[in-house]
Every structure is written in structure tokens, then in C-alpha cells.
Nanobody, 128 residues
Framework: QVQLVESGGGLVQAGGSLRLSCAAS????????MGWFRQAPGKEREFVAGISWNGGRTDYADSVKGRFTISRNNAEATMYLQMNRLKPEDTDVYYCVAESEYRISYPLPQRVGDYDYWGQGTQVTVSS
């Protein structure tokens, strides 16, 4: 069974930091683009960040550029999202995503439908 499992969410004060992790199992994603989306209640899921199969390319939503950093460790089948200078508007459920096939696309895919595998989500709450 293919699984993406997020961890690292929680409650943090504005200006603080959190590091999300995404552990993959059931198949390898070493040749696939991965990324993070987020969703607030009543809103559509939105792209946060993406990373190419080897980490050579990263893309970010304008709202998180300069504050968030995406990375991956293929040897450990894990992806990360380092979130710094968090704001109350970053409060959302964060989802780890992965493509099912090897594709080269620049900029990296940013639509919900571009990704085939989704984690269950982890809640991030930023208090003011």
C-alpha cells in the first residue's frame, strides 16, 4: 500500500518555525516530483511548494517565498518543509503530494490534479 505520511504540524506563535516531514512508503518516489499543498476550511487546496525528483528545482507560492524551504532526502524516502517566520494566515492543513510518473515540467506542477498521491494532512496553527 502506497502511503505518504506527514508529521511535524502543531501550534506555534507568529514569527516562529515548524518543520514538516513527509515519509513515503509502498513505492519509491525518487524519480518523481513531490510537493506540499495546504487547505483552510471552506477554501480550495492551494499549492505551497514543489521539488523536482533530484531536488535540483524548487518552486514556491508567492505567499511563502523567502520563508519556506522545501527539501528531500531520497535515500530516506522523506521530504521536508521548513517553515520560518510563520504568520497567522499560514494556518491550514498541510498535505504532502507526489506524482506517479517521471515527468519534467518547469515550472513544477502546481495544480491539485497534477498529483496522484496525497497524504492525510497535518494541521498547522499559527497564533497571533
Amino acid at each position: 500500500q502506497v502511503q505518504l505520511v506527514e508529521s511535524g504540524g502543531g501550534l506555534v506563535q507568529a514569527g516562529g518555525s515548524l518543520r514538516l516531514s513527509c515519509a513515503a512508503s509502498g513505492r519509491t518516489f525518487n524519480s518523481n516530483t513531490m510537493g506540499w499543498f495546504r487547505q483552510a476550511p471552506g477554501k480550495e487546496r492551494e499549492f505551497v511548494a514543489g521539488i523536482s525528483w533530484n531536488g535540483g528545482r524548487t518552486d514556491y507560492a508567492d505567499s511563502v517565498k523567502g520563508r519556506f524551504t522545501i527539501s528531500r532526502n531520497n535515500a530516506e524516502a522523506t521530504m521536508y518543509l521548513q517553515m520560518n517566520r510563520l504568520k497567522p494566515e499560514d494556518t491550514d492543513v498541510y498535505y504532502c503530494v507526489a506524482e506517479s510518473e517521471y515527468r519534467i515540467s518547469y515550472p513544477l506542477p502546481q495544480r491539485v490534479g497534477d498529483y496522484d498521491y496525497w497524504g492525510q494532512g497535518t494541521q498547522v496553527t499559527v497564533s497571533s
